[in-house]
């Protein structure tokens, strides 16, 4: 009896690169003019005989096509599903995505713009994330509603340890829960599976309510690549409560207003000044230089810097921002 052929497999690295300009988190984002779809995260194939490990293959192709050298890189997740960008009856090889969350600061960015890539503020993709101004309206204007459509609905689903609607409570603060900004990916996945992002449709899903009533809910990307940020922001907000990531996102030299809208940024969320510098003070993750900055153009700032030597006294040294007020 002869053996079935196998589905070849491909193994591709696809990185979600952060950096933050202008008080706004910004995501690396390459275009393709083959695709409708506009935005998609920077990505290549794993060569073994070139590369020893996954992340000297990342590193090597993000600097060859991007011309960036990035800093803090960590592995996110194996994205391996298929159907999530298959088409029906698709043979071709099927595409194993490593996703990486790298960090690193914008420089002059001439090169990327030849090679027709850039930063965009990722609150473009995930405009309902961004609470530093308040409850987004996207929410109760389309979201909510929407979603509590689908919950309603009859379609069958398959046994799961909560219902929609608990899901819904949890992934999005209804009923008395409060929002948890590290919950980013749950929230595209319970929009992706109600079919309310444009993603969906394209991989052939059906939606809650007509498509004709669906506002577009934030912008597209590529493949998977949304589903990769989202994992991407998710691990970089819990990530700043436990590990000083965010000094990989600032400049040698900072002030602590600048350091707080940066984690603000990121967070998605208000910090009151004084309770942020007593957080700052206390986790000793800072030290004055010496130098103040007059860049605002009001009183002399002082200027900080990282104090590296937290990470030998402590294990976790972090910003445990606290619950959202």
């Known amino acids: 009896m002869s053996e079935a052929a196998l589905t070849p497999i491909e193994v591709g690295l696809t990185a979600a690169i952060v950096a933050v300009e202008a ?7 390459a275009a393709d003019p083959a695709s409708d779809t506009r935005a998609g995260l920077p990505f290549g ?14 590193r090597a192709w993000v600097a060859a096509q991007t011309g960036i050298t990035v800093g803090y890189v960590e592995q996110l997740y194996t994205f391996g599903d298929r159907g999530r960008h298959a088409r029906p009856g698709d043979t071709g090889p099927h595409m194993i995505s490593v996703g990486y969350l790298a960090l690193t600061r914008i420089a002059d960015d001439a090169a990327l713009s030849a090679a027709g890539a ?8 995930f405009p309902w994330e961004d609470w530093r101004g308040g409850r987004p309206a996207i929410l109760d204007d389309a979201i909510i509603p929407l979603l509590e459509q689908w919950t309603r ?6 046994a799961r340890p909560l219902s929609r609607h608990e899901r819904l409570r949890l992934c999005f603060g209804g009923g008395g ?3 948890d900004e590290e919950k980013v990916l749950d929230r595209y996945e319970l929009l992706y599976e109600a079919g309310l992002v444009e993603e969906a449709r394209r991989d052939g899903r059906d939606a809650a309510v007509p498509r004709s009533r669906i506002p577009p809910l934030g912008e597209p990307m590529r493949f998977d690549h949304r589903r990769i940020l989202a994992t991407a922001i998710a691990r970089l907000r819990a990530k700043l409560k436990y590990r000083p990531v965010v000094f990989e996102l600032m400049p040698e030299e900072f002030t602590l207003t600048e350091l707080q809208r940066t ?14 510098r007593r957080l700052v003070e206390t986790a000793a993750l800072v030290e004055p230089t010496g130098e103040t900055s007059t860049a ?16 030998q006294e402590r294990p976790a040294p972090g910003l445990r921002l606290g619950a959202r007020s």
């Open 177 to 179: 829960l409060p929002w």
């Open 23 to 29: 008080d706004e988190p910004r995501i690396l984002v």
């Open 45 to 58: 194939p794993f060569d073994p005989l070139a590369h020893r490990t996954f992340e000297i293959g990342l």
């Open 296 to 311: 605002t153009g009001g009183r002399p700032a002082a200027l900080f810097r990282f104090r590296r030597e937290v990470l």
């Open 153 to 158: 609905s009859a379609r069958s689903e398959p």
């Open 118 to 125: 850039g930063f965009e503020p990722w609150y473009r993709f």
């Open 263 to 276: 984690v603000e940024a990121i967070s998605g969320r208000h910090l009151h000044k004084q309770n942020f």
